[in-house]
């Protein structure tokens, strides 16, 4: 038996995603850019993925841009929102400091190019508020740039407020939803949001296609030169198989988005109360307001490779966080910013769930986990300490 509990990382894609996609890998292969019935059947197929992703934003087609995922989307839009604010003599940008790398190395690139970024604190929780925002946001601020949900932790930030506020300061926000699309409401008008950034594969689409929103009157610059694919935004011929299998993907998430949540939820609270009876054990993030199936934890004495090693030899696939700084020795700088100590960083476990888990899954992580936990404190010279009382416990 093996239990898929890294969905954080990447998602099964779904039979709807893979049957939407087959005809434009078989028979229609045309380039969308042609003028050829074989070309505009493609073209119309692209039409209707971007109003469909529209749809579900409560976004006009026009609105949306595709692109290769959700890295290249919040590059894109970080950039010209920076860029375009530069050009006004703006040159301040807030953020928090448990941003996605992709969003956190482009703010690195940007301060070597004169700009000032203010990472707000996220608290023991992991979230920010519209207040703290607020009081960040200066006459030279020319961008907001915080996540829908975090991607390590589940916590879900007040977005609608956060775009309220921007909105009121007259700031371009941009969320990085990629957490977030197919797994809670998005209404990017009802919560202000100027920009936002998706990814198909965290929803059941495929890998290597995502979207970005942006509002009408926010000038959106090119990264890619060549052609004028996505209204000269983004040149390249357009992946129609993937975008016309996001577009499915996102659709059947949405229209099943309550029963889902629902039940994946209830995993989810099953989880977090078993893991909890381990001693020396905390959940890392915000205990009612965080991401359906996200659950993460810290074990004090332990280290998480060994820990994620030992759980995919029982047939568990988890991770420690990001997928995207696994091969990184350094801790977690989500759990960092949450103010957990580097030693106990380390020994962090993140199962993230989704509605193809099960009741007996969950069974399965209860009962080989804490026996995981314990082999490996009977191993660490760390625990001995802290039992001995040579060192103090954390948690």
């Known amino acids: 038996m093996t239990v898929y509990a890294d969905n954080a990382a990447t998602t099964k894609m779904s039979r709807t995603a893979i049957d939407a996609m087959l005809p434009y890998m078989e028979s229609i292969y045309g380039n969308?850019?042609?003028?050829?019935?074989?070309?505009?059947?493609?073209?119309?197929?692209?039409?209707?993925?971007r109003r469909t992703v529209a749809e579900v934003l409560n976004a006009s087609p026009k609105e949306i841009y595709f692109t290769s995922g959700g890295s290249e989307s919040d590059n894109q839009?970080?950039?010209?929102?920076?860029?375009s604010g530069k050009k006004q003599g703006k040159t301040h940008i807030v953020s928090t400091r448990f941003e996605h790398h992709a969003v956190l190395h482009t703010l690195k690139k940007l301060e070597s190019e004169g700009f000032e970024v203010e990472l707000l604190d996220v608290g023991p929780i992991g979230t920010v508020t519209a207040e703290q925002v607020k009081r960040a946001i200066r006459p030279e601020t020319c961008l907001v740039t915080a996540m829908f949900a975090n991607n390590e932790i589940g916590s879900v930030l007040p977005i609608e407020e956060i775009g309220k506020v921007c909105r009121e300061r007259g700031v371009v926000f941009h969320t990085d939803?990629?957490?977030?699309?197919?797994?809670?409401?998005?209404?990017?008008?009802?919560?202000?949001?100027?920009?936002?950034?998706?990814?198909?594969?965290?929803?059941?689409?495929?890998?290597?296609?995502?979207?970005?929103y942006v509002r009408t009157g926010?000038?959106?610059?090119?990264?890619?030169?060549?052609?004028?694919?996505?209204?000269?935004?983004?040149?390249?011929?357009?992946?129609i198989p993937g975008i016309v299998g996001m577009a499915a993907a996102l659709k059947e998430a949405a229209d099943h988005i309550d029963e889902n949540a629902a039940k994946v939820s209830a995993l989810r609270d099953r989880?977090?109360?078993g893991l909890s009876r381990i001693p020396h054990s905390a959940l890392n993030g915000d205990p009612a307001n965080r991401l359906p199936g996200n659950v993460s934890f810290c074990f004090e004495g332990i280290e998480g490779e060994s820990l994620l090693l030992l759980l995919d030899a029982k047939g568990?696939?988890?991770?420690?966080?990001?997928?995207?700084?696994?091969?990184?020795?350094?801790?977690?700088?989500?759990l960092l910013a949450i103010g957990r100590p580097?030693?106990?960083a380390h020994g962090s476990l993140r199962l993230t769930l989704s509605a193809e888990n099960t009741d007996e899954d969950i069974d399965l992580i209860l009962?080989?986990?804490?026996?995981?936990?314990?082999?490996?404190?009977?191993?660490?010279p760390v625990w001995k300490d802290l039992v001995k009382g040579r060192r103090q416990f954390v948690l």
């Open 32 to 49: 969308p850019s042609s003028l050829h019935s074989v070309g505009q059947v493609a073209a119309e197929a692209l039409c209707e993925a």
């Open 77 to 83: 839009a970080i950039r010209s929102a920076a860029l």
């Open 177 to 212: 939803a990629v957490q977030a699309a197919g797994h809670l409401h998005i209404d990017v008008k009802a919560m202000n949001i100027d920009m936002l950034s998706l990814s198909a594969h965290k929803f059941h689409g495929p890998k290597g296609v995502g979207a970005l």
């Open 218 to 239: 926010v000038k959106l610059l090119g990264l890619i030169e060549g052609g004028d694919q996505e209204r000269g935004k983004r040149a390249g011929t357009e992946n």
């Open 271 to 273: 989880l977090i109360e």
């Open 316 to 334: 568990i696939c988890a991770s420690s966080g990001s997928a995207c700084t696994s091969g990184s020795l350094d801790p977690s700088h989500v």
């Open 342 to 344: 580097h030693e106990v």
């Open 367 to 380: 009962r080989e986990t804490p026996a995981v936990v314990e082999r490996l404190r009977d191993m660490s």
